[in-house]
């Protein structure tokens, strides 16, 4: 009978310059929900490399000071692993915006940690393609693929 694969998925996870006084705190629970902390770097970005980061929001009225509060103090980045790791983090973060987190999911991470509608403490890739490109952009050297855990399908 086939085993099925079991795909450990990799994420990239962000502790943005207002949270990273709780950075420990914030470890901790990821670690507490079934993720494993792979990799770590705490850095301080230069606007250049902020405005890299986000490059997807160029252009859009939020992104000067979108560039400015993500290089407004160091950060720290995580690569984090478990299964379905980029939509489970995405959950655990919660909306975007912080103050109407703090109305529609209270207990989410951004509602706890977050300072206000842009400044939110915490990022989540929000695709495949996404985590691959900004896990190699903290950790060049990464492997990004999932990995298979357990026997392989004998079909
Ligand atoms: P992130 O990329 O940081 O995980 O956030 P996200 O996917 O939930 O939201 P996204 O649309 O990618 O926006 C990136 C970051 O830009 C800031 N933002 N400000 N003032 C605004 O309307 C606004 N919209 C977005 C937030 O810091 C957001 O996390
Ligand atoms: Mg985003």
């Given at each position: 009978?086939?085993?099925?694969?079991?795909?450990?998925?990799?994420t990239l996870a962000i502790i943005k310059p207002d949270a990273v006084h709780k950075a420990e705190?914030?470890?901790?629970?990821?670690?507490?929900s079934g993720f494993a902390i792979l990799q770590k770097r705490r850095v301080h970005l230069t606007p250049e490399q902020a405005s890299d980061l986000y490059?997807?929001?160029y252009g859009k009225l939020f992104f000067p000071s979108l560039?400015?509060?993500?290089?407004?103090?160091?950060?720290?980045?995580?690569?984090?692993?478990r299964l379905q790791a980029i939509t489970y983090w995405r959950e655990l973060i919660?909306?975007?915006n912080t103050i109407k987190a703090r109305q529609t999911h209270p207990d989410c991470l951004r509602a706890i940690y977050g300072t206000d509608?842009?400044?939110?403490?915490l990022h989540g890739s929000d695709s495949f393609p996404s985590a691959q490109r900004e896990i190699r952009f903290f950790f060049p050297d990464s492997v990004v693929e999932p990995v298979a855990?357990?026997?392989?399908?004998?079909?």
């Open positions: 009978m086939p085993v099925p694969h079991i795909y450990v998925e990799r705190e914030i470890e901790d629970i990821i670690l507490r490059a997807e929001h560039v400015a509060y993500m290089s407004s103090g160091p950060i720290i980045a995580l690569v984090i692993a919660g909306p975007t509608d842009q400044r939110n403490a855990t357990g026997q392989a399908a004998k079909d």
